[in-house]
């Protein structure tokens, strides 16, 4: 059975476009986890009767509605009025809630403004959801056909008291059998060239296909329906990550050990073949460095503030192999793992065009890879070069290297 849920956001700033709505995104993951299908996500300024008014939209067409936000103690925050109004529901004071905002105030060490008596009225019969973190407590009730949930719009108490007290009463609410969803995570392949090669993939219609494009990864995503055949799922995964290639440097969703990220992969493989290198950048200036920041297996990061630029194709290998050896001879490090550069001008598109030149030196093998960057903005082309240049040393580590 499904269960549709929607996201309700309340705020001038969300509307006008002064700050993101993370919380929607935030939220619609975890519903999504549960097992809920989410259908809508809105957001309304601080407008009295605009509330209203898609309060009981939603109470007509959703199962449940998480809302975020319009719980402070001032003027614009108008949330709690709104419910009141569209249910008919009168507010009441809730003695433990203001017990709780002054205890919050008094930890530390500053009076209460009365304006904060307010957060302590709620529309009757709703269950209060206690804030540890903030001083507006959140609450939950049913309206017409939908279990509403009200939290603050503070990113860490929302997300605290999601976790804490939402998401168990959300599953003793609802009988929620939820999708499995598996992303297969690649680096150096864009999203055209992955769809090109699942082209001769049979994929069921229950199973739905979808990619997520960084600016250094692409995540191809298999959603699975709960009764979905497990044998048949896990050789559906295998056959998309077996035509995607040795672009793929991990699969997510199968376990909840499965790594999330490309350091996370590198780090159990060092780990695990009890390997150190040496790092020498240029071109991403410390981003690269910053990835490996306290691993065990990281000897020494240099960095090139000036840039390691090479002067054309014929230059790079000589120059690159005898940097290497310095650094695993000084460090004693296993791995040597090196980047460098060459910066082409183009004035006629206002683009930076990089030749990126990655290189990998062991005892008795030496690796290169040249990726062609382009692109307006050099903060990206730097996280794209310091992303190329780890997945050179997880390639090596996980034997598929060309």
Request: glycine share 6%.
């Amino acid at each position: 059975m499904t269960v549709i849920a929607e996201i309700f956001s309340q705020g001038e700033e969300l509307v006008n476009g002064q700050i993101v709505d993370s919380n929607a995104a935030w939220i619609s993951q975890q519903l999504l986890e549960l097992g809920f299908t989410v259908s809508r996500h809105t957001a309304v300024g601080d407008d009295l009767a605009a509330l209203t008014d898609l309060l009981t939209e939603i109470a007509n067409r959703a199962d449940c509605c998480i809302c975020s936000g319009g719980l402070g103690p001032t003027s614009d925050d108008l949330t709690v009025a709104a419910v009141s109004q569209a249910s008919s529901l009168p507010l009441v004071f809730d003695e433990i809630a203001l017990q709780q905002i002054e205890q919050f105030f008094q930890r530390r060490q500053r009076a209460m403004p009365e304006i904060n008596r307010k957060q302590a009225w709620l529309p009757s019969g709703a269950q209060r959801i206690d804030n540890s973190l903030g001083t507006a407590p959140g609450f939950q009730l049913r309206y017409l056909r939908c279990h509403f949930v009200f939290l603050p719009g503070v990113p860490a108490e929302m997300q605290a008291m999601f976790n804490a007290q939402v998401k168990p009463s959300l599953q003793q609410h609802f009988q929620l059998n939820p999708d499995q969803l598996i992303s297969i995570k690649s680096i150096g392949i864009g999203e055209s060239a992955i769809q090109q090669r699942l082209a001769e993939l049979e994929i069921p219609d229950c199973v739905q296909l979808g990619f997520r494009a960084a600016s250094d990864e692409v995540h191809t995503k298999l959603r699975f329906r709960a009764d979905y055949p497990e044998q048949l799922k896990l050789n559906l995964i295998e056959q998309a990550a077996g035509l995607i290639g040795d672009y793929v440097y991990t699969i997510s969703g199968l376990n909840k050990t499965d790594d999330v990220d490309l350091i996370g992969v590198i780090d159990r493989l060092m780990q695990t073949q009890q390997c150190s290198v040496s790092l020498f950048e240029s071109f991403s200036h410390g981003l690269l460095a910053s990835r490996c920041w306290q691993k065990n297996w990281l000897k020494q990061a240099a960095i090139d503030g000036n840039g390691l630029q090479i002067a054309d194709d014929d230059a790079i290998e000589p120059h690159l192999s005898q940097l290497a050896a310095n650094l695993r001879q000084n460090q004693r490090s296993d791995f040597a793992l090196i980047q460098a550069y060459r910066q082409i001008p183009d004035s006629s598109t206002q683009q930076i065009q990089i030749v990126l030149y990655n290189s990998l030196h062991t005892d008795n093998c030496v690796r290169y890879a040249r990726h062609t960057l382009v692109g307006s903005h050099i903060h990206t082309l730097q996280q794209q070069a310091a992303t190329l240049t780890l997945d050179l040393l997880r390639r090596y580590l996980q034997s598929t290297c060309p």
